[in-house]
């Protein structure tokens, strides 16, 4: 862990291409020692959904270069690595578990370290779909939520001040009815990272991430 902590430490100091390229092999060290920890968390994952079966380290982490297109600050590298742990992989559209490790601070991405399971954009289609899932579900969203690890909690960003139309508003599930992205998000200690500690939050999250991924599919279905 302390070998990719480095690394991205002097990188977030010297974020230009002659250091880059002039430590390419620090670097390759540090995706090394960061793929590994993504192999564990793949066969923890596999253990208790099936879904991820066949998914491989390359079809869930990303490219520390930056699509200088939509690089804001100019920087062409990213300070962090990531894994985004999904059934077919990070492209196939489904939600699934997010694991960060980076050098910035504070709760504003990308921060440190930290853990998401769901999509941090949901389509306007499958937002719906799952609404009325929730409104109609008889508590079981609530229920999904009240049984996660207490170190997860709900995406609150853009969620709406009105509840949505065509939706009761007097409705027991309002707060989750007026929110605009399911994810969940929490932090861990990558001073002393445990795998196993991760592999459980993220299995408290499995029936979440089942009742999104039902709303992608029953979308694709329909529309």
């Not at 995706?31 to 879904?51: M, Q």
């Not at 998401?116 to 499958?126: H, L, Q, R, S």
């Amino acid at each position: 862990m302390e070998t990719i902590l480095r690394f991205l430490r002097q990188l977030e100091k010297n974020n230009n291409k002659p250091w880059f390229d002039s430590h390419k092999n620090e670097y390759k060290e540090a995706r090394a020692h960061f793929n590994v920890l993504v192999e564990k968390l793949l066969d923890g994952i596999t253990s208790f959904d099936p879904s991820i079966k066949g998914v491989g380290v390359n079809d869930c982490t990303y490219r520390i270069y930056k699509d200088m297109r939509f690089s804001k600050d100019g920087l062409p590298y990213k300070s962090h690595f990531g894994a985004f742990i999904a059934k077919g992989g990070r492209k196939s559209g489904y939600s699934g578990y997010y694991f960060h490790i980076g050098t910035g601070s504070g709760d504003e991405y990308p921060c440190r370290s930290f853990l998401a399971v769901g999509n941090y954009y949901t389509e306007p289609k499958v937002l719906k779909i799952l609404r009325e899932d929730i409104e109609l579900g008889g508590g079981d969203f609530d229920r999904i939520i009240k049984k996660l690890h207490p170190s997860l909690s709900l995406d609150q960003d853009q969620k709406l001040k009105r509840m949505p139309l065509g939706f009761d508003p007097e409705s027991p599930y309002i707060e989750y009815i007026k929110l605009k992205n399911f994810c969940l998000s929490g932090s861990f200690d990558d001073s002393n990272l445990n795998i196993n500690e991760i592999v459980e939050i993220f299995k408290s999250a499995k029936p979440f991430l089942d009742y999104i991924n039902r709303a992608i599919e029953y979308s694709r279905e329909e529309y």
